[in-house]
């Protein structure tokens, strides 16, 4: 039906507009750029927006309960530095071992190889998801406010990386960087599939970047079924009214773990896709922190409001895209790059203000305050 | 009290609670049946809501038993109660405002697929049980913030009847209904009884209870007082059980003299399209009341006036000075002079974790300071006269306010205005919620407060009240003011048919004694 | 927040700073007892050592208490650490006697202009104050070339930060001048009241007359003022001003402040929490400097004792209606 199409518009605008702005934008920059709409220029762009734009789904969740998660650039660092150790590729396998305040723990041998590579990868990811859930379950059963909680599990997240990676270093298995960093046809011709990427039904996907593939195939396997499930609707129910979502007898506790699990999952794959993408591990901080504020920026860029209620995690990827985007212009217009950081403000200041021209048209104040 | 018979559905025993030192309620014992709609009448304060919130789980009693069809239940939380069978429409709705009517009505148990929700399913579902309610033109993708007040309610019925309950609990469930909404309720509630079903239906409305109910209960002060078969009891009887003495209400005498002059004018307000070209004139030492159904503007004057909304056109004058508030901290200041009584004491009247002093004295700060600071012994006498003039009854100034009870709550907002001096009151339906005591003490003080000089604006959802206490009423429809009535027009009948914008020249009614009902 | 609770009766904003001064002391003791052991010394007892913690103490001190202020008003300041190092830039880039002023004058407008673009604009201060703060460095790379800048603090500087008067650091004077006029504000002077109110209900302090959006302003511009004071001291005691000078205090300084129990959410906190909040990080930070602990090991240990904490008092009520 034709009205419930403009209905679906109507409340989607924000995400609508995130869109179309990038859209925009990033032609621009395509058109501006001497190689553009070249594969490199495509690869090189997706690779620098993938572990953004994980890190502002992970603040996705938390914001929509109109919270905040202060951990997630810490978490993604964290995974990083596990990374540079279990993702090795080592052929003779990797002992996993830790020393802790001077004892040694040993949790036995990751097999060498893909096998090892991928429990490797699982293991990580699974990381990811603890630190989740242990954020979930310091707001859930601490009942501490999440910004709080989540100042204090980063710290913590923050100093086990550094306890990891005191210095940078590591290592991730070659041809995995070299696979997912890639074009798809890469990607095919290392993993060997697809004739090595020379299959005549492939050929013409071989140029898609495999980050952006990748980027896709996690909103689309893990985002949308999430928000299509009765947590998924019962994170969105608590940010816009929690005492009603109380009465209606929905699981809040529940949502809120699992909320907080998922943003945990997606700063894994965050932190692992960075650890690959840099070939180490590295701890730090000051990136940490400008991972978690960018992805507060990419959230309100996206639509989200950090009242909470509405929005998406897709939304929040065009965000952290536009926030990107706009640092790739800068290198092809060669702006003094001592102007950078203050375009770069600007911009964000200007983007997070235009929300507020909804409040010039409020005429009760009393709607101010609600 | 009636007793408890085979045929009972709910029983409840013994059931006590209590609110820091308020007894909301007292050892009661109530029953009602399948198949009948059982009306629990009481005043504000009586206790009809806690008894609701407790078979609903959504608070716990500290004594007593509730069965269920014969089954002893203790229900810790509302999903719970819900499981039983036991669904309840409250006056605060449940929706979840940024998600659609669909998923509103399907909110708890919604159909799915593959472990994912069916959205097609729940929309079909949506249309059906709105076309139940009589309500098939909403659409079900809607959110729930994008329909007006009445079909929120109405799908929040939808919701309810969706959940096949056993018992249904309707609190004050048609308030902010329309006229052609409310009919179609009565035909559900109808077609709910044939099915069996039993029904608790709060309201103040009278003739809605003549209408509907079977059976009746009236509680008072946290007491179930008495059950009766519909049609057994006069409505003054009616009335007596719930006031618990004299039918007349008392209110002060109204002074007999020519109309003042005007201390406040209001000549062509308009804002939006809520408020089209208002006039007024309200004098010093006059109570003039504001009334009409529901939503005609009567609140967006008071907040007009009080310089909350932006973009308003038209003069007030104060007297005799032009004034143009553009906050309530311009409203409040020496030269203008108006206090307001807000609407919703919790959210607008009090800052509810505060001490009783602290709300008492932020609006009047400026006339306690000694030097830059504030003087703790001024402070401390401005908030004893305070509590002394309006009799509240406190224990520790340093508590916090969200102790007292309701009434005492509305005193301190009160008391809190009145220290500012202020030359004009405008008093957002200050009776709301409050025990009966009390209103007979605010009636008394508003006239004590118009006969020092104060020019009194007073918006009341109560007939009796308006009729009681103004020298003059203001019957708003539409946004605009349609009558004005005083002395011996101001009666019940031409306030609802101006209410109902009626043209009548009918002459005034027989002397009609004011009575205390909702 | 007005009259003191009679007796020994602990209310319920007094239980978060007598459970903070406990865990403080228990911080001591703790220390000492590692160096009893390792060193056969108790040097965290000495009155030298403690003098140096207060001063050091003083810069964190500061940032904290205008960030109480904001954060009282249910707002929060991200601003902070490059409105310090704008304010410490400029100072010493300037020299003479207008260092000071214009530091001040930084922290001031910066603080007017978070102010307004929250109060009147309504954007969330979360992420105005994020885009300000990216604005702040902005300038800051731009003016400087990205490089520490060559300035040196001013001797009245070096000396407000790093000397000392009748054996007490002139620092800690300072934050004793910032700590009196906050609690003057705070608990005798409306403004303090009008805070609480809309801390705790923006809508009924708006209806009491109360002119939020100036309080607004007005709490931003203190926090911005004792992030400019901050700036001044620090750059002092360091004798320059250098990149990313200003990061380092602004998570600790809110941490400080939910230790001593003002409430993220606004409406409640009494200064003197945040006072021992700074005491506590403080001296946390030094004790695990003794132990030798690895920055690692801090990071850890400082997040475990904000939630170990908070889970002792911070507990918020479970929302039921």
Known sequence: ?370 | MAEATATDFLVLSGIAKRYGGVRALENVDFACRRGQIHAVLGENGAGKSTLIKIVAGVVQPDAGTITLDGVLHQFRRPAEATAAGVVCVFQELSLIPDLSVADNISISAPPKRFGLIDTRAQTRRAEALLAEVGCEDVNPLLRVHDLPLSRRQMVEIAKAIGQRPKLLILDEATSALTSADVERVYSLLARLKAANVAILYISHRMHEVDALADRASVFRNGRHIETFDEGTRTTSQIVQLMIGRDISTQYPPKPDRQRPPAALKIENLVWENRLQSISLDVGAGEIVGLGGLDGQGQKMLLLALFGVLRGLTGTITVNGRVVRPGSPSDAKAHGTGIALVPEDRKIEGLMLPMSITDNLAIASLKNLLSGPFVDAGKERRAVEAGIERLRIKVGDRADAVSTLSGGNQQKVVIAKWLMTGPRIILLNDPTRGIDVGTKQELYRLMRELADQGAAILFYSTDYDELIGCCDRVAIMYDGRIVRELTGADLNETNIISASLNIATSEPAAAPHVATAHG | ?321
């Open chain 1, 1 to 370: 039906m034709g009205s419930n199409l403009a209905i679906r518009l109507r409340q989607n605008f924000g995400l609508a507009t995130g869109i179309v702005l990038f859209c925009v934008v990033y032609l621009g920059y395509h058109l501006s750029h001497p190689k553009g709409f070249s594969s490199a220029v495509l690869v090189q762009n997706s690779n620098e927006v993938f572990t953004l734009a994980m890190v502002a789904m992970a603040q996705t969740v938390p914001v929509l309960m109109a919270g905040l998660d202060l951990s997630v650039g810490a978490l993604m660092t964290m995974v990083d530095c596990f990374a540079s150790y279990l993702m090795t590729g080592a052929a003779a396998g990797t002992p996993l071992a830790m020393d802790f305040i001077g004892i040694r723990l040993t949790f036995g041998t990751l097999p060498g190889g893909v096998p090892g590579l991928l429990l490797g990868m699982l293991i990580c990811l699974g990381i990811g998801t603890l630190g989740g859930l242990l954020n979930g379950m310091v707001v859930v059963y601490g009942r501490i406010q999440p910004i709080i909680a989540t100042l204090a599990t980063g710290a913590i997240y923050i100093g086990v990386a550094l306890h990891l990676r005191p210095q940078p270093g590591g290592k991730i298995d070659d041809d995995l960087n070299w696979a997912l960093t890639n074009s798809l046809g890469e990607f095919a011709s290392t993993v060997h599939i697809f004739d090595d990427g020379a299959a005549s039904w492939f050929a013409p996907l071989a140029w898609i970047p495999t980050p952006f593939v990748l980027l896709a195939l996690i909103a689309l396997v893990v985002w949308v079924p999430f928000r299509r499930s009765v947590a998924g609707r019962t994170i969105y129910a608590i940010g816009s009214a929690e005492g009603a979502a109380y009465m209606s007898g929905l699981a809040i506790d529940r949502a809120k773990l699992i909320a907080f699990t998922l943003g945990g999952f997606f700063a894994g794959c965050g932190g692992v896709f960075l650890a690959i993408q840099t070939s180490s591990g590295n701890a730090d901080i000051p990136q940490a922190g400008a991972y978690t504020l960018n992805s507060i920026a990419a959230v309100v860029i996206g639509g989200t409001s950090l009242l909470g209620g509405t929005g998406s995690a897709i939304g929040s990827i065009f965000g952290a895209l536009i926030l990107r985007v706009i640092s790739f212009f800068f290198r092809i217009f060669d702006i003094a790059p001592l102007l950078q950081p203050l375009f770069e403000g600007l911009i964000l200041l200007v983007a997070v203000s235009i929300s507020a021209v909804r409040v010039l048209r409020i005429k009760n104040t009393l709607e101010l305050f609600r």
């Open chain 3, 1 to 321: 927040m007005s009259a003191l609770a009679g007796g020994l009766k602990l209310s319920r904003e007094d239980r978060p700073i007598a459970i903070a001064a406990l865990f403080l002391v228990a911080i001591l003791i703790a220390g000492t007892v590692y160096t009893w052991v390792r060193f056969g010394s108790a040097p965290l007892l000495s009155p030298t050592y403690l003098l140096l913690q207060l001063q050091i103490g003083a810069f964190l001190g500061i940032v904290a208490a205008g960030m109480m202020v904001v954060i009282l008003i249910s707002q929060i300041d991200l601003s902070t650490p490059w409105t310090l190092t704008a304010a410490a830039m400029m100072a010493t880039a300037v020299g003479g006697p207008w260092a000071i002023p214009i530091a001040l004058g930084i922290g001031l407008a910066v603080g007017i202009v978070n102010g307004l673009g929250i109060a009147y604009l309504r954007v969330p201060s979360m992420i105005f104050t994020l885009g300000v703060n990216a604005v702040m460095r902005g300038l800051m790379v731009a003016h400087t070339g990205g490089f520490a800048p060559q300035t040196e603090a001013t001797p009245l500087m070096r000396s407000l930060a790093a000397e000392r008067t009748f054996g007490i650091p002139n620092a800690l004077f300072v934050w004793i001048a910032v700590s009196v006029v906050i609690v003057l504000i705070l608990r005798r002077a409306p403004l303090g009241r009008y805070i609480y109110a809309i801390g705790n209900k923006e809508a009924a302090a708006y209806l009491a007359g109360v002119q939020t959006r100036v309080v607004t302003v007005i709490c931003f511009a203190i926090c911005g003022l004792t992030a400019g004071i901050a700036g001044v001291l620090l750059a002092g005691y360091s004798q320059k001003a250098y990149q990313g000078m200003g990061d380092a205090y602004l998570l600790p300084a809110i941490a400080a402040v939910v230790i001593g129990g003002t409430n993220i959410l606004g409406g409640r906190g009494r200064y003197l929490g945040t006072l021992i909040g700074v005491i506590l990080i403080v001296l946390l930070n030094s004790v695990l400097s003794i132990m030798d602990m690895p920055e690692a090991g801090r990071q850890a240990i400082y997040g475990s004792v904000i939630i170990l904490m908070l889970l002792v008092y911070g507990r918020s009520e479970r929302v039921t209606s």
